[in-house]
């Protein structure tokens, strides 16, 4: 049986790049479900369809099909065929995502889709409601937080290594939106499952969070702890 791992938190807790670093380690695939909500998201941008015209998103979501591919172990997203990894990438898109991520339908929309990657694979899953409601029966559950300072912080460096024209503000602004927007939606709020385990990196090193989550992976799934 397919092993299944959830990772659970804000933006910006890291969760991508400690997910990523323990599936390529466990040999499970990993999969980023943000990347989904993104394609949502651009696909919405593009269509001209506001944000806040939760009947017309719903509306338009027949006209498009979210697929996930793999290619040297990276997940590619594709948006009606068109690999899109790439431009979903941006802080438009961010708040489009996450403002399609409050309606419903696209979370109905998305939801086999996630269920299928872990009912065919082992994986490490990321994202906001993977342990409350995507897989409740995963075997380890992680609810990986930081504080909005730390997160905007890691963000606002990652943006700049990009060359991204923006500032620390403006990304600790845009965080805080999202926190707020994604913990109080009515479907699917962002909160840690009772049975999660609480990681907070606010005060780690990148590798010391990785280390922090390994072992508590370790210490709850059977076959990493024998491998550890
Ligand atoms: O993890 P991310 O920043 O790529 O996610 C983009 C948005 O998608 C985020 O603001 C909330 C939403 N999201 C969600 O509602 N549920 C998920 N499982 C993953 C992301």
Redesign the pocket.
């Known amino acids: 049986m397919p092993y299944a791992i959830a990772i659970?938190g804000p933006?910006?807790a890291g969760?991508?790049t400690i997910a990523r670093a323990l599936a390529k380690e466990l040999q499970f695939i990993y999969v980023?479900?943000?990347?989904?909500?993104?394609t949502v998201?651009l696909y919405i941008l593009r269509s001209h369809i506001a944000l806040t015209d939760a009947e017309a998103i719903t509306a338009g979501l027949p006209g498009l099909r979210v697929t996930l591919g793999y290619a040297g172990g990276e997940q590619r997203v594709f948006l009606n065929g068109e690999d899109v990894s790439d431009s979903?990438r941006t802080p438009e898109v961010?708040m489009a995502?996450?403002a399609?991520?409050?309606i419903p339908a696209v979370?109905a929309f998305l939801l086999q889709t996630?269920r299928d990657m872990a009912a065919a694979h082992s994986v490490v899953m990321?994202?906001?409601?993977?342990g409350t409601t995507?897989l409740p029966q995963a075997q380890v559950k992680i609810f990986l937080t930081a504080s909005a300072e730390a997160r905007a912080q890691r963000r606002f460096t990652e943006l700049q290594e990009k060359g991204a024209d923006t500032t620390y503000e403006a990304v600790l602004q845009d965080m805080e939106k999202?926190d707020y927007?994604?913990t109080h939606?009515a479907i699917?709020p962002?909160q840690q499952a009772p049975d999660a385990v609480l990681v907070d990196t606010s005060h780690d090193t990148l590798a010391q969070a990785i280390e922090r989550v390994r072992q508590t992976v370790a210490a709850r799934l059977p076959r990493s702890g024998q491998e550890a």
């Open positions: 659970d933006a910006g969760k991508s980023d479900t943000g990347a989904l909500y993104r998201g979903i961010s995502a996450s399609v991520s409050a979370r996630q990321d994202g906001r409601d993977i995507i999202r927007d994604d939606r699917s962002l």
